[in-house]
């Protein structure tokens, strides 16, 4: 981190939009457990002359555009301009489309992922900061944090059919697996907005803790996880009758900034920037397990698919740390580029790929050896990735 002359970039930490809004630091977190398909071609299979494989999206935030990984040969083949500041995005299921969330510009840029071009742009409201795709739906949700609404957007014809006002600041958002409710965090007003997505209105409005930044629903759609970054501790919310089921305390962990669901559902990791270290939370008893000290403040989380390994994101040690999900113990820590902010992993966990923010590059790990497999160099300030 000596002698770096990145200064206007180190801000940037968060992955997706470090927002300092009405006294509140806004973090939305799309891409960590969203929902977007990843995917990726195994070590040592070569593709046939000329067919490009699975494809990596990277936000460039200062930039204002996506650089375009193939991911078979870790090289960049074509960079698309998007908005102002783009921070979050949403691949459809099919993969065909991607929604890129634009902070600055206020919108919301449509790629269309087998030509690498932007088709359409659509307005929504003021400073976008989450976008979640729902699933078995022709339906994506844009979380407005100046505005204080959701917009939803018709993706078959890419265009918003509705807006639905919800509480202040929302900062992001949680789609239930089965696809009949949206969760929003507001953290300017302590509060969660359920949304019905039957009827596309807010069913219901809980009370949470000071400022809640992040929230996650369990793969069994039993749950939903807010943490609350300035009460320093963690809302269960029932899903069933969305009613507050507890509330969890963290014991040492001050700032709890992102909470995230292991695969199969047994275990919340809740990262806390101010005491740079992990609340792992047993999400049958709701309670804390145990503590992971970190070598600084963690901000990203990824599980491989089987749940056994955690890969944390340390911008300011410049660091991955992979976290033995049983034991809670740090197996090892990867050295990647400068300020990393976020990370991506592939379905069957074989790559991993990691936004760089002040180096301007994407470190490719292979989750298996802890080792970085090669460094890419993209647009100016990565801060997100989706992998097709």
């Known amino acids: 981190m000596t002698g770096k002359t990145t200064t206007g970039k180190q801000r940037h930490w968060y992955g997706v939009a470090g927002l300092v809004l009405a ?35 990277v936000l460039n935030r200062l930039s204002g555009n996506v650089s375009v990984i193939d991911t078979v040969t870790n090289t960049v083949t074509t960079t698309i301009t998007v908005g102002t500041t783009p921070s979050a995005a949403v691949l459809l299921p099919s993969g065909t489309k991607l929604y890129v969330a634009n902070t600055g510009s206020d919108n919301v840029s449509v790629i269309n992922t087998t030509t690498n071009t932007v088709i359409t742009t659509i307005a929504v409201g003021d400073a976008p900061v ?92 039993t749950k939903v996880y807010v943490a609350n970054n300035v009460s320093n501790n963690v809302t269960v919310i029932n899903t069933a009758d969305d009613t507050i089921a507890g509330t969890v305390p963290l014991p040492g962990g001050t700032g709890p900034r992102v909470v995230r669901v292991t695969p199969d559902g047994t275990r919340a990791y809740v990262l806390n920037n101010t005491s740079a270290n992990i609340s792992v939370i047993d999400t049958a008893a709701d309670a804390v397990l145990s503590t992971i000290s ?72 292979d989750p298996s050896t802890a080792t970085v497999v090669t460094t890419v160099a993209v647009g100016d300030n990565p801060v997100f990735v989706v992998v097709q």
Do not use: H, W
């Open 294 to 365: 970190m070598l600084s403040s963690p901000v990203a989380v990824v599980f491989t698919p089987n749940s056994a390994s955690a890969l944390v994101v340390l911008p300011l040690s410049d660091t991955v740390s992979v976290i033995n999900v049983g034991t809670s113990g740090l197996q090892v820590n990867i050295v990647v580029g400068d300020e990393p902010n976020f990370i991506a992993l592939t379905p069957a966990g074989v790559r991993g790929f990691v936004t760089n923010g002040a180096s301007d590059n994407v470190s490719v790990i």
């Open 23 to 57: 006294g509140f630091v806004l973090v939305a977190c799309a891409g960590l457990g969203s929902g977007p398909g990843v995917g990726g071609t195994p070590p040592g299979v070569t593709p046939p002359p000329g067919v490009i494989g699975p494809k990596a999206f």
């Open 130 to 221: 989450d976008i979640r795709a729902l699933p078995g739906s022709t339906r994506v949700y844009v979380a407005n944090s100046l505005s204080g609404n959701v917009s939803v957007i018709d993706t078959s014809t890419d265009t918003v059919t509705t807006t639905i006002s919800v509480g202040t600041n929302p900062a992001a958002l949680a789609v239930l697996p089965g696809g009949t409710k949206v969760y929003v965090a507001n953290a300017g007003s302590n509060s969660v907005s359920v949304i019905s997505t039957a009827s596309q209105t807010v069913t219901s409005t809980l009370p949470v803790g000071l400022n809640p930044l992040d929230l996650v629903a369990t793969p069994g759609s």
